[in-house]
């Protein structure tokens, strides 16, 4: 059973700065592609960013392209969200998700795996 585990959430003022994580656990994650999805009230999941696991390529959304940074850490298993310069607009709960095709993908449904989310509120 494949896990993901996401933190490091929480508030902060515009213009700060957040990093969360994601803790993948169940199996080898080796070619998996990860990603980081957010959903705010009211609004339909958005993507934010994917990496591929082999090969390291990265893919963002236009909205967060130059703040955030996607990384992971092969050796923990783990995922990170580095977000810079945060606005207001990224108030959302933020999501974790891994393709076990390992697909560059800004698509929801590529995602088999999802983790419970995370809550980022950043005011103004």
Same mark, same amino acid.
């Given at each position: 059973?494949?896990?993901?585990?996401?933190?490091?959430?929480?508030?902060?003022?515009?213009?700060?700065?957040?990093?969360?994580?994601?803790?993948?656990?169940?199996?080898?994650?080796?070619?998996?592609?990860?990603?980081?999805?957010?959903?705010?009230?009211?609004?339909?999941?958005?993507?934010?960013?994917? $990496?591929?696991?082999?090969? +390291?390529?990265? /893919?963002? !959304?236009?909205?967060? @392209? =130059? #703040?955030?940074?996607?990384?992971?850490?092969?050796?923990?298993?783990?995922?990170?969200?580095?977000?810079?310069?945060? $606005?207001?607009?990224?108030? +959302?709960?933020? /999501?974790? !998700?891994?393709?076990? @095709? =390992? #697909?560059?993908?800004?698509?929801?449904?590529?995602?088999?795996?999802?983790?419970?989310?995370?809550?980022?509120?950043?005011?103004?």
């Amino acid at each position: 059973q494949v896990q993901l585990v996401e933190s490091g959430g929480g508030l902060v003022q515009a213009g700060g700065s957040l990093r969360l994580s994601c803790a993948a656990s169940g199996r080898s994650f080796s070619s998996y592609a990860m990603g980081w999805f957010r959903q705010a009230p009211g609004k339909e999941r958005e993507f934010v960013a994917t $990496k591929t696991w082999i090969g +390291a390529s990265t /893919y963002y !959304a236009d909205s967060v @392209k =130059g #703040r955030f940074t996607i990384s992971r850490d092969n050796a923990k298993n783990t995922v990170y969200l580095q977000m810079n310069r945060l $606005k207001p607009e990224d108030t +959302a709960v933020y /999501y974790c !998700a891994a393709d076990p @095709k =390992g #697909r560059r993908s800004s698509r929801a449904q590529t995602y088999d795996f999802w983790g419970q989310g995370t809550q980022v509120t950043v005011s103004s």
